[in-house]
């Protein structure tokens, strides 16, 4: 977990290679769905690109079908999800009906304002439709909101581990793999 632009999908490419797991990103899996015009991706276009969040049910049940399929038997990273409380108790429920178990939950955190001047840069290469300053101060919102509330969440089930997200990309790796030891 952790606001937008805090290098969450960096790092996992990163933790992804180091425990050779799959990484599930659900804003990757959505920009998919996207570009292939499917159904969900059709219905999931309008909240991305206003920077609001997908409906929870859409989220559990693409995540239910992923989370069934052979490539996550041995373990894999989650990334932008859950987002909601709803999604995480969503999510306790579905891994229970899986027989799978969370060993972590990781929120990377930083400086708001050089999170959004980061984003601004990515968006001049990213080709992201929603890496605009508008967009991304609302995502940020969005993230105060609706999915720091998960930080309690997981604190209390004391799967919970904070990271500075500022550093270099293998140091803040370095700090990830450290606290999951
Ligand atoms: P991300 O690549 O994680 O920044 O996600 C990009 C966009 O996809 C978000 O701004 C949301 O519109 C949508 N999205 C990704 N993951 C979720 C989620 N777990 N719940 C709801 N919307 C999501």
Redesign the pocket.
């Known amino acids: 977990m952790g606001p937008?632009g805090v290098g969450k999908g960096t790092q996992a490419t990163n933790l992804k290679d180091h425990y050779d797991i799959i990484h599930l990103?659900?804003?990757?899996i959505?920009r998919a769905e996207l570009s292939a015009e499917t159904e969900l991706g059709i219905r999931?276009k309008k909240?991305?690109d206003a920077?609001?969040?997908?409906p929870d049910a859409l989220?559990l049940t693409m995540m239910e079908q992923r989370l069934q399929q052979d490539d996550c038997e041995r373990g894999y990273l989650l990334d932008?999800?859950?987002?909601?409380i709803l999604?995480a108790e969503g999510l306790t429920k579905i891994l229970t009906e899986l027989g799978h178990q969370l060993d972590a939950a990781v929120s990377l955190y930083a400086n708001e304002d050089e999170l959004i001047n980061r984003l601004i840069l990515r968006g001049k290469t990213s080709g992201r439709s929603?890496d605009t300053e508008d967009v991304i101060k609302q995502?940020q919102k969005v993230y105060w909101d609706a999915t720091a509330p998960l930080l309690d969440y997981y604190q209390k089930l004391n799967l919970l581990q904070k990271v500075d997200g500022l550093g270099t990309i293998p140091e803040i790796t370095e700090r990830i793999i450290e606290v999951l030891r």
């Open positions: 937008p990103s659900t804003g990757d959505l999931a909240y991305m920077g609001e969040l997908v989220l932008g999800f859950p987002r909601t999604q929603d995502r």
